[in-house]
């Protein structure tokens, strides 16, 4: 194995519950990797809810097997009230909210801020996550750079809020941009707040949403942090069967398969063209005359899942809180074929573990490919060295 000297970023993308199989694949590189070991990744971006684990793995870079660990440990004995209210109460409180706002032309009640109170989350966030362990991994060179994307509902940027090493340079593009910033729980609850499910987040003078929402070129952050190589975590099998399952064309789709496909897109459709975008890019610099000289070959590797994930999520649909079982069936979404919108609510234990064991079993599967990309020699020097 020889030893890398680029820069490796991980890109952990959205995908509600889906993402306890970011764990496991997680879980896998940290099995790899001799204990003790430093977080192999020196940049790490992270969105929606991706950026909580992100911020996990950085406030704790200087031991990547505690701090998966530390994930695991949450997402395999995850419950739906642990992140958003879900009993009956709450799920009738806010139906009934949607219902006298919607009746009353917004005079009797103002309209909802969001579908889900997501108010057990930030909790959980705030105990897990050590905002001060992500600065001093950034001071004492654990890290290059963090970076938790976001989307400005004002400004219509897909923004980058990142913290490293000085010489990372905050950058501008037309939609988007990086700025340097103090990470804190509003900038992974903005991240993670997807429109009409969890409410906006306040951030300075702007409210922000999930940063899916136009990220347009998912891949770029990473880049412009300074990853030469970069490792993409998704949470939706490449060869997508379609949004809808084994449903008949002809029939009419309902809201909650919609609104699955709108995640589905959201999530992954703009991972998947950036990285053909990329692919040409580094064939065009391959081949490029000597004038481009400082453009860079940037290799991406992307791990998602071998299984579709609602067919794995559809045995589970009773595991959830009665309201929020009533919730879906009035969308149309509790059946095996309406699942997609299910697997991203599906905070519950016996399907996030089944995940992380999908997550850990595919990455163990191409174990010397990921070893090769991630440097697994040189995080094993530094091991053996310190």
């Not at 940290?30 to 003790?36: F, H, N, S």
């Not at 440990?73 to 949607?98: C, E, K, P, T, Y």
């Amino acid at each position: 194995m020889q030893t890398s000297t680029k820069t490796t970023g991980l890109i952990l993308t959205g995908g509600g519950a889906r993402a306890a199989y970011q764990v496991g694949v997680l879980k896998a590189l940290a099995k790899m990797l001799p204990p003790g070991s430093p977080c192999p990744f020196p940049i790490i971006t992270g969105t929606s809810a991706g950026a909580v684990a992100a911020s996990v793995l950085a406030s704790r870079a200087g031991n990547f097997h505690a701090a998966v660990a530390g994930l695991e440990q949450v997402w395999a004995n995850f419950r739906v009230q642990q992140v958003f209210r879900a009993d009956s109460i709450s799920m009738l409180r806010a139906g009934l909210h949607w219902l006298l706002a919607a009746a009353s032309g917004g005079l009797l009640l103002p309209p909802p801020k969001s579908l889900f109170d997501n108010t057990p989350l930030r909790q959980l966030i705030e105990r897990t996550v050590s905002f001060r362990g992500i600065r001093r991994s950034v001071i004492k060179g654990r890290l290059q750079a963090v970076g938790i994307t976001a989307t400005g509902f004002s400004s219509g940027r897909c923004t980058t809020f990142f913290d490293g090493k000085a010489e990372v340079q905050e950058w501008a593009r037309i939609t988007r941009g990086g700025r340097r910033a103090q990470l804190n729980i509003d900038h992974i609850m903005a991240s993670l707040s997807i429109p009409f499910l969890f409410p906006a987040v306040k951030i300075e003078d702007e409210f922000w949403g999930d940063g899916s929402m136009r990220q347009a070129m998912p891949l770029s952050s990473a880049i412009h942090l300074g990853a030469d190589r970069i490792l993409v975590i998704g949470v939706r099998e490449q060869g997508f069967s379609g949004a809808f399952g084994s449903m008949p064309a002809a029939r009419m789709p309902t809201s909650g398969q919609i609104f699955g496909y709108m995640l589905d897109t959201l999530f992954m459709d703009q991972i998947y063209a950036d990285l053909e975008r990329l692919q040409r890019f580094n064939q065009f610099v391959e081949t490029a005359p000597a004038s481009f000289s400082g453009l860079r070959v940037v290799e991406p590797l992307v791990i998602a899942p071998s299984r579709d994930l609602r067919e794995i999520c559809a045995p589970h649909m009773k595991t959830l809180p009665r309201g929020l079982r009533v919730f879906l069936r009035m969308l149309g979404a509790q059946s095996s074929s309406a699942s997609s919108l299910a697997s991203y609510l599906m905070f519950e234990g016996r399907f996030t573990r089944e995940l992380i064991a999908l997550g850990y079993a595919d990455a163990m599967a191409r174990r010397d490919e990921l070893l090769e990309f991630i440097g697994g020699a040189a995080v094993a020097e530094r091991v053996e060295s310190a």
